[in-house]
């Protein structure tokens, strides 16, 4: 028995050490990053030592002011005025639709759910020149109005099917308990259904959030002023702002830019992981 007992403790000991060094592996970068960002750019490129001679936040200062009238104050908060309500409006759209689509029968159903698939498979690049052509007639350009009105119309597939498949394995009783009750259709989404769907909505939520957050080309081609620029294109013309680019400066912006998201991620793993296990279910 001490030896079956040690044998598991010894398996699991391992385990968890293998656990971690593949851990440690695949966040090597940000680590290697974050001390990339106290060094000069003659360090950076003559080391292949991790830590930095002398630690310094003059990188970090120096790399706050892209120029004198504007710094990457602006730009985390157009950042996270973009992608919070996009997120927001992705989750109450793609939420309502998906809701429609797994409890009611309506005429076109099964049509219009094979297009919510078809849309799946189409690649974005493709509907790039159609969208500008779309939004440049509506006049919403250089403003983050495309966004929020994809967003608000439940352009995005994925998140609605991944959110029907969830909902479908939710029991139908809680409804019809509900509507005994005397709850409206509505009522029943926003009282039952809504708070068991919170694992669901937070993976939606939290991949909306990153994938928004990270966007460079359509910030690129839907914004056109400075003032307006996101984190991502703030970093490109970080790069384009000088002659001889000093990569300390822009890793540590860079860095500054992946700790809302390693945030978020920790902060809502337990919520991302049971989404993302359970939203292919159907009981």
């Given amino acids: 028995m001490k030896k ?28 290697w990053m974050f001390f990339a960002t106290f060094k000069t750019n003659a360090e950076i490129f003559g080391s292949i030592k991790l830590l930095p001679e002398k630690f310094s936040l003059q990188s ?24 919070l309500v996009t997120t927001l409006l992705t989750v109450v759209a793609c939420s309502i639709v998906a809701y ?8 076109g159903k099964k049509i219009l759910f094979a297009i919510l698939i078809t849309t799946m498979m189409l690649p974005d690049s493709i509907l790039l020149i159609p969208k500008y052509a779309l939004y440049n007639s509506l006049n919403l350009l250089d403003s983050y109005a495309p966004f929020y009105l994809q967003a608000g119309l439940a ?17 139908r009783e809680l409804d019809e308990s509900a509507y005994i009750d005397g709850c409206s259709e509505m009522g ?12 669901a909505l937070f993976s939606a939520g939290l991949f909306q959030f990153m994938w928004i957050y990270n966007d460079y080309t359509n910030v690129l081609i839907y914004v056109n002023s400075v003032k307006k620029y996101t984190l991502s294109l703030a970093l490109r013309l970080s790069l384009d702002a ?6 300390n ?3 540590a912006m860079s860095f500054l830019s992946l700790v809302p998201l390693i945030i978020l991620f920790f902060a809502a793993q337990k919520y991302f992981v049971e989404g993302i296990a359970t939203s292919g279910l159907k009981g």
């Fill in 4 to 31: 079956k007992r040690y044998r598991r403790g010894h398996v699991s000991i391992w385990t968890y050490i293998f656990v971690i060094a593949i851990g440690i592996i695949m966040m090597y970068p940000i680590i």
């Fill in 60 to 83: 970090y200062i120096d790399g706050w002011n892209v120029n004198g009238r504007i710094t990457y104050t602006t730009f985390f908060i157009n950042s996270f005025t973009l992608t």
């Fill in 100 to 107: 429609g689509f797994a409890r009611f029968k309506f005429p």
């Fill in 155 to 171: 352009c995005y597939p994925f998140f609605v099917f991944m959110l029907i498949q969830f909902i479908r394995g939710l029991p």
């Fill in 188 to 199: 029943v989404f926003v009282r039952i259904l809504a708070p068991l769907m919170k694992p």
């Fill in 242 to 247: 000088e002659s001889v680019i000093q990569w």
């Fill in 249 to 251: 400066k822009v890793m």
